[in-house]
């Protein structure tokens, strides 16, 4: 086990290399960083955390591995397109595929008017195929530079027609047009525990080993931030 002083050096130099992220609404604009505590918060406790049971989750179950990552993110980010592109691959490589990490997906739409909608669909496509939530969430990311908020309902029927998901067509899309209340209900506990969790941007990262949170970290990180910060 990493000697505590030892592993408080670690989280700081974590936080020092945070990268910003994507601004949601209602935030300062800074970027969080990693943060020590003396008294860690157990994964059942800590507000990020409150709900992932139920949230798509890539590996274990959240809190059955040797570490649980809670993401939260939005489709429309292009921070967040990066990370997926760049840094979730190996993750799932080395962590997540073999079994050791859960990565948890928790939604905090607000950087593109087109990301509420997008997020709407994504939960409704979960909710039906877990499989094609995955394929329509990284189709998303690709595409993100066509799609606004006018064509973000056309453009998810597309990317549903081309055979992303075999989620019913006609039930995702009344959930992008809002209609779906227990997906609002789902996006609104997403953002009080994003908020409650102090993040402020994405996307963000809480990070838990052991059942008790590590640290939160922002932006597009390495996968080395994650291995020193989790033991991997």
């Known amino acids: 086990m ?64 040797e570490a649980t990552i809670v993401a939260f ?42 990301g509420r909608p997008a997020t709407r669909a994504l939960w409704a496509v979960y909710r039906e195929d877990s499989d094609g939530f995955w394929a329509l969430k990284e189709r998303y990311y690709e595409r993100r530079a066509g799609i606004d908020a006018d064509s973000v309902r056309r453009r998810t029927r597309e990317f549903l027609d081309a055979g992303v998901s075999t989620a019913a067509a006609d039930d995702v899309l009344a959930a992008v047009d ?11 506990r997403d953002e009080r525990a994003a908020e409650e969790s102090d993040v402020g941007v994405v996307p963000s990262f809480a990070l838990f080993r052991g059942g008790e949170h590590v640290t939160t970290v922002s932006g597009n990180q390495s996968y080395g931030v994650f291995e020193g910060a989790l033991e991997l």
Request: some cysteine; aromatic content about 4%; glycine content about 12%.
């Open 73 to 114: 993110e939005d489709p429309s980010c292009s921070t967040c397109a990066a990370f997926a592109d760049e840094t979730l691959p190996r993750l799932r490589e080395a962590a997540i595929d073999p079994g050791r990490v859960s990565y948890v997906w928790r939604s905090v739409p607000g950087v593109e008017p087109w």
């Open 2 to 65: 990493t000697p505590p002083a030892t592993r408080r050096a670690l989280l700081a130099a974590i936080g020092s290399v945070a990268t910003a992220g994507c601004l949601g609404r209602g935030t300062d604009g800074d970027a969080a960083g990693g943060e020590a505590t003396d008294a860690p918060q157990s994964i059942d406790a800590h507000p990020a955390a409150d709900g992932v049971a139920d949230a798509p989750t890539l590996g274990p179950d959240p809190g059955a591995g």
């Open 178 to 188: 809002g209609d779906v209340d227990a997906i609002e209900e789902r996006i609104e």
